[in-house]
């Protein structure tokens, strides 16, 4: 279901400018697009909750010269790739498609759960119950996003089961939340989703659906 060269991760805080062009792009309506500070928030308390499917461009690594070329070793004829360049291949990596969440204590999106919390020194403020929540036993998906050129070839429902699948791992979460405009709300029904009915969020002053996708027993044992 993934295009040639894709490979999927999770978000690094160096994907942060990636990631608000991906917003920009998907969400037609600027109100709905998650900010860049909450998604350099997002990235920096909980990473792990992120996944992207990125492409890579092999072809603009392999014509670089030799000396911006990583090196090879010769082993039984075989090129092996033995030194990788990070900050390179990085550069040579498209975001075609990302779900950036938090954890949550509630069993539904809040709009605080959608906020950045008061920080200091990075941390949070003792008591502030906004944004992610350490040990929560939900995970909220904030966003959800295929680039235009590559929505309606099944890379939104690809990623959305392998997230659901990589997050049946966790220990403490039971549960996978976010919310929908109705009409989107099929899409995640089709993917495993409740239809929980309207959300009492309004984020960008809309009505939402809440969806829940939950995490049973049998989903951590294969
Ligand atoms: C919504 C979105 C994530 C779907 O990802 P996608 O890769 O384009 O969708 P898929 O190809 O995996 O769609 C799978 C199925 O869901 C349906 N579907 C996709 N987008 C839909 C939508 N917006 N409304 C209703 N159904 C939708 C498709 O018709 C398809 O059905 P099929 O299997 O019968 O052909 C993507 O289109 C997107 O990023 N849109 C803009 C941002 C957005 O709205 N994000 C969701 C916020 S709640």
Not at 18 to 25: H, P, R, S
Not at 103 to 112: A, H, L, V
Request: proline share 5%; with cysteine; charged share 25%.
């Amino acid at each position: 279901m993934l295009p040639e060269h894709a490979v999927v991760r999770p978000l690094l805080r160096s994907d942060v400018d990636k990631a608000v062009e991906l917003e920009t792009l998907a969400f037609t309506n600027p109100a709905e697009r998650a900010s860049k500070a909450k998604i350099q928030y997002r990235l920096s308390v909980c990473s792990e909750l992120s996944l992207g499917v990125f492409l890579r461009n092999h072809e603009a690594e392999n014509n670089k010269s030799d000396s911006e070329n990583p090196t090879f070793l010769k082993i039984n004829s075989c090129d092996i790739y033995a030194a990788a360049y990070p900050s390179e291949i990085d550069r040579e990596e498209k975001l075609i498609a990302h779900i950036i969440a938090t954890q949550s204590d509630k069993d539904t999106i809040t709009n605080e759960s959608m906020e950045i919390p008061d920080l200091v020194d990075g941390r949070p403020v003792k008591n502030d119950s906004r944004g992610h929540i350490n040990g929560g036993t939900s995970i909220a998906i904030h966003s959800l996003a295929v680039h235009p050129d590559y929505q309606s070839a099944h890379i939104g429902s690809s990623l959305l089961n392998d997230y659901t699948k990589r997050m049946s791992m966790h220990s403490v979460v039971d549960k996978v939340i976010l919310i929908a405009h109705p009409e989107v709300a099929p899409f995640y029904v089709k993917n495993g989703f409740a239809d929980c009915g309207t959300s009492s969020c309004d984020h960008a002053g809309e009505t939402w659906v809440d969806l829940v996708y939950r995490i049973d027993d049998s989903d951590d044992s294969d």
